[in-house]
């Protein structure tokens, strides 16, 4: 199993460095899916994600030298944190990269990561824009790049993760890991394979950024032409090259988990467990619901990868999580031309336990008539069916937006 990757010599380099993050067993999760649930919680990192391992590992391993030109990385997210803080604790000077659309929260994280050992370069309108410019201030100033997954020292230091998890629980019998770039499934999966083949790697992508899965059916890495970036973590449009050959060997299957949810396993950890995940820390919990069969009676891992979800994002996550979940519904409703229509919709259409939470008539000059947008929440998803037969009882003329993709992005 590939002997680039020394997995321990990495965890030495990094025992002063890293948290040992607590693996926790999950009571509640344990129980609905008959199963033993342990939930790896790297939320609790340093920086509050795994990224930190890899970047550490990488930068420490250079050369005095390269150590001497710096270091160069592309990130708006976890890996630039984790690189920051690396460069802080070396005393080597660093460049980041990152979109000139990059939260202020991000960029002011990152520098704090830093502490005045780093430079932040915002550029660009996309990553890939911004990574090409790196990559070209890399080599203008002869630096070393630090890339976020694609290099065998950044897969080492990922990988410690699994060293801890077998430390804590050598007889684990799944482990279910977040797949964006590849790095920490190639990580954790060679190393417990080395020590236990019968182990099962599982991974786990966003529906909306299947770039493994697209590999795997190719057989080699393919650029998506599109991706939902929701799980900004694990939004990847193609699988490193590196990361693809070390992971086809080792997964057992990957899943495609639905963002919404994603959202729902994000306000479920907070609200029951105190937990913050951010998109991609909540990958691995989602999926349990997807492969809930194979995993009954068995020791499973979940890898939480990170915790930096920016509290700004909670009310797209919650309506994201109502959608997926059949609890809220937009609807184009005609209101009809006579008087108390919109009186008659609130008493006699609506549910006892319905809520409107919004509505807005969409042609100005029609108050009280015309077509008005209206979203409904629902207490239960099966009140759905029963709100729609009152609309046509009561003879109010409308249209799903839900269903209609091209309308739920022009609207909504």
């Not at 659309?101 to 660009?124: H, R, W, Y």
């Not at 080492?156 to 804590?168: K, P, S």
């Amino acid at each position: 199993m590939h002997p680039e990757l020394d997995f321990l010599l990495a965890s030495e380099r990094l025992k002063h460095v890293v948290n040992r993050t607590p693996l926790n067993y999950h009571p509640r999760l344990s129980e609905k899916y008959g199963c033993a649930v342990y939930l790896k919680r790297e939320d609790v990192q340093v920086v509050r994600s795994y990224k930190l391992r890899g970047a550490y590992n990488m930068v420490s391993s250079l050369s005095a030298e390269q150590l001497e030109h710096g270091v160069v990385c592309a990130s708006a997210g976890n890996h630039a944190q984790g690189f920051a803080y690396s460069c802080r604790k070396l005393g080597v000077r660093g460049v980041v990269f990152m979109p000139g659309i990059t939260p202020k929260q991000k960029v002011t994280q990152t520098a704090m990561f830093g502490e005045g050992q780093i430079e932040i370069i915002l550029t660009g309108d996309t990553f890939d824009d911004c990574l090409q410019e790196a990559l070209e201030y890399t080599e203008a100033h002869h630096m070393t790049f630090i890339p976020p997954f694609d290099d065998y020292r950044i897969v080492e230091g990922q990988g410690t993760v699994g060293v801890e998890i077998l430390a804590d629980l050598p007889d684990v019998d799944a482990i279910i890991i977040p797949i964006g770039g590849g790095g920490i499934a190639a990580g954790i999966g060679n190393y417990v394979k080395r020590i236990n083949p019968a182990i099962d790697i599982i991974g786990v992508e966003p529906e909306g950024a299947p770039s493994m899965t697209a590999a795997l059916a190719a057989g080699h890495p393919v650029t998506l032409p599109q991706i939902n970036r929701f799980v900004d973590g694990a939004a990847v449009k193609r699988i490193g090259a590196l990361t693809f050959d070390l992971c086809k060997e080792i997964l057992q299957k990957v899943l495609l988990v639905p963002e919404g949810k994603v959202c729902t396993t994000i306000l479920k950890l907070y609200n029951e467990d105190a937990i913050v995940v951010e998109p991609a820390g909540a990958l691995a919990v989602a999926a349990l619901d997807f492969c809930k069969e194979e995993i009954k009676g068995k020791k499973v891992v979940c890898i939480v990868s990170g915790g930096n979800n920016d509290i700004d994002r909670m009310a797209e996550i919650k309506e994201l999580s109502l959608l997926y979940e059949g609890l809220k519904h937009y609807f184009i409703v005609r209101f009809p031309q006579r008087p108390g229509a919109l009186k008659l919709f609130v008493n006699e259409v609506l549910g006892p336990h319905d809520d409107i939470t919004r509505f807005e008539f969409i042609k100005k000059t029609e108050r009280e008539r015309g077509p008005a947008l209206v979203g409904i929440e629902l207490q239960q998803a099966d009140d759905y069916k029963a709100l729609v037969q009152r609309m046509q009882q009561y003879r109010f003329d409308y249209k799903e937006v839900n269903s209609d993709q091209t309308l739920f992005e022009y609207l909504i």
